[in-house]
């Protein structure tokens, strides 16, 4: 009896490790061959399967909540999701040897089609409706096709990862050779030679706000409140072609249970110990991040902006997580 136990928990384990996506691993510390940057390779978070979340039935949900949260790149117990700065110098990609932002392990995995990204405004509606975190409208490569190959998916994304820069207001001298700037169109009508927009990418320091949206519940048949994060999106500052901010910018949103087996598998680091980092899914499941409340599910689906401004909105936020807290007191308390 004790050996069909065995043999079954070894299939049940065996099946959930073939059904777990292959993910090309994070950096280690070998950047060159026979080179290793330190006393041994860093290879455990790389190489590690992903922890999958316990089964809950709905039939076991005694109360549930949906909240949505802005975790802000400026204060300090966040930098780890915000750093390192990577950018682009010269036109090449350029990132740190062993340890990435979050943006650039987003990025990079969208680029690679490894991850699949929804677009945060209806492209339908008449007029803008931001509705992306309900997951409805994916931008996608063809099968088998990513950034690099499928033409149509690189010119669809390239909105949410670049923008162009403004137009130089130094004309350019016509190419008869006669230093004058102004060519007459076929039309007749006369045109401005202006020298091409430079494209700028969105790097990790632009990123300023991460939001995520999560549901918080009881689980009766484990007598625990947990909470699973469904979606996360960064968020830059809205600018136009001389670079005003006028505002925030939702890029995309990602579907945070497909983007757990990539941040599985990337460095955070540790202030306290460089032999203990974890990974970026390490980091979101043990809730070691700030983050502020600007939204819960209610009848007139708004956010706390919309009635709370300044300090008011902030309490809030405290009132909402007080809230939350206080039905897992009020299960316990007899």
């Given amino acids: 009896m004790k050996k069909l136990i065995v043999s079954a928990v070894f299939l049940v384990s065996s099946l959930v490790y073939m059904a777990q996506p292959e993910i090309n691993g994070g950096p280690i510390n070998v950047p060159s061959e026979n080179i290793v940057d330190g006393i041994y390779i860093q290879e455990h978070i790389p190489t590690k399967r ?14 549930s909540k949906r909240v949505w949260r802005t975790i802000d790149m400026r204060e300090k117990i966040n930098h780890p999701i915000y750093l390192p700065h990577d950018d682009f110098s010269g036109g090449v990609w350029i990132r740190h040897a062993t340890r990435w932002s979050l943006w650039t392990v987003i990025r990079t995995h969208i680029l690679n089609g490894d991850l699949k990204l929804f677009d945060p405004e209806c492209p339908y509606a008449i007029g803008r409706l931001f509705d992306g975190d309900q997951f409805k409208y ?89 909470v699973r994060i469904i979606g996360i999106c960064p968020v830059v500052y809205k600018q136009d072609n001389k670079g005003n901010i006028s505002g925030l910018q939702e890029l995309f949103w990602l579907y945070f249970p497909h983007c757990r087996f990539v941040f599985n598998n990337y460095f955070v680091y540790n202030t306290k110990n460089d032999a203990q980092w974890m990974s970026f899914d390490d980091l979101f499941w043990k809730r070691q991040f700030n983050s502020t409340i600007y939204k819960q599910s209610n009848v007139f689906d708004r956010k706390i902006e919309s009635y709370r401004t300044g300090i008011d909105a902030l309490m809030e936020s405290e009132k909402i997580t007080d809230e939350i807290r206080n039905i897992e007191h009020d299960v316990w308390h007899f």
């Fill in 50 to 63: 992903l922890i999958p979340y316990e089964f809950v039935r709905e039939a076991d949900v005694i109360w």
């Fill in 138 to 226: 994916p931008v996608i490569p063809e099968p088998g096709k990513n950034y690099y190959t499928d033409s149509v998916f690189k010119n669809d994304v390239f909105r949410f990862f670049g923008r162009l820069g403004p137009q130089s207001e130094t004309a350019l001298s016509n190419f008869d050779g006669s230093g004058d700037s102004v060519i007459l169109m076929p039309d007749g009508s006369f045109q401005t030679i202006y020298p091409p927009r430079d494209t700028l990418w969105i790097s990790s320091k632009e990123i300023i706000q991460y939001r995520v949206k999560e549901d918080w519940f009881f689980d009766k048949e484990r007598s625990q409140m947990d």
